[in-house]
């Protein structure tokens, strides 16, 4: 799931007088996307990444973006592997790459006094298909200086530990489907550094129906953005994202009254390493929710470590 999966809890559906599940996650990479967005490495082979997450919510949102009456508490951790792999030729010029990722999710979640235990394997998220190509110059040391553009197709798979009874899922028994393209410009040195470094990520997350409730999340679209220096091997700034629902929910073929739209929105600092010697690097981001509506107001540190396998 997108940025945390903890976004996803926003709306439940009555049925039975039973609490179900239904969330108003959207899909992604865990953690998001921040520095050097338009990117995919090079040279050609398979790249993994480990993830883990620390998350808390305990404000809920409503429609007019006001904190709620109801009392709820979240906190819980992720840990996610991801594997890359760069394809041997290229297609118009650019780089070609495609990824899958997965993980477990724990934690717990309280609602009015009803508190529940979670712990379960994720949905996997795939870019079935990324496309990048750098447009601007290279310095004599290979640095893209200039702008990088990408294209990707990317899905989320709904195999994640799913029940409509709990308060919380890791899966979400849905499918989605991202198409996303993301821009890199990078400038030359400057007076702080090696250059400043502007991203931004936009994807349009179309949600299918989760066939357990018959519900259906509205289209959401969300931009991820950074702004960053590299100092040497390290690369050090600000990061956030901005998620809007902008197609009213459904169930069972009809609109929800109200629509049950959500936006969130949050920012934070990004710093991360370059150990060329061991073809890894480390990064590190926290997101302090700066507005939420119609959801719990995540709040997350993520740690990545990246490393080449060749």
Not at 67 to 96: A, C, D, H, R
Not at 200 to 229: C, W
Not at 296 to 305: G, Q, R, S
Request: net charge positive.
């Amino acid at each position: 799931m997108k940025r945390l999966i903890f976004l996803g809890f926003c709306f439940w559906v009555f049925s039975r007088n039973v609490l179900a599940a239904q969330g108003v996650t959207y899909g992604g990479p865990v953690g998001g996307t921040d520095i050097q967005n338009a990117y995919l490495p090079e040279p050609p082979g398979f790249y993994g990444s480990l993830i883990g997450v620390a998350a808390r919510g305990d404000t809920f949102y409503d429609n007019s973006g006001k904190s709620s009456n109801m009392s709820v508490y979240l906190p819980g951790g992720i840990s996610e592997f991801g594997l890359l792999y760069i394809y041997p030729f290229k297609l118009f010029g650019g780089t070609i790459g495609s990824s899958i990722a997965s993980g477990v999710s724990w934690g717990s979640i309280t609602v009015n006094g009803r508190r529940q235990s979670f712990k379960g394997f994720n949905d996997i998220y795939t870019d079935i298909f990324s496309w990048s190509k750098h447009i601007g110059s290279r310095s004599e040391a290979g640095v893209p200086r200039g702008l990088t553009v990408k294209l990707a197709y990317s899905m989320v798979i709904p195999v994640g530990k799913y029940n409509t009874t709990d308060l919380y899922t890791p899966g979400q028994n849905t499918f989605y489907y991202i198409p996303n393209a993301a821009i890199t410009y990078l400038t030359g040195p400057n007076f702080l550094g090696d250059g400043l470094e502007l991203s931004a990520h936009l994807f349009a997350d179309i949600a299918g129906r989760n066939s357990k409730t018959q519900y259906k999340n509205g289209l959401v679209t969300d931009v991820d953005v950074a702004i960053s220096e590299i100092i040497g091997k390290w690369q050090v700034g600000v990061a956030g994202y901005y998620a809007r629902q902008i197609v009213d929910d459904q169930l069972n073929g009809q609109l929800v009254p109200g629509g049950n739209r959500f936006a969130n929105a949050a920012v934070g600092p990004v710093i991360a390493y370059n150990i060329p010697a061991c073809k890894c690097s480390v990064k590190f981001k926290a997101q302090m929710s700066v507005f939420t509506r119609n959801s719990l107001a995540p709040n997350a540190a993520y740690l990545f470590i990246n490393k080449a396998f060749m």
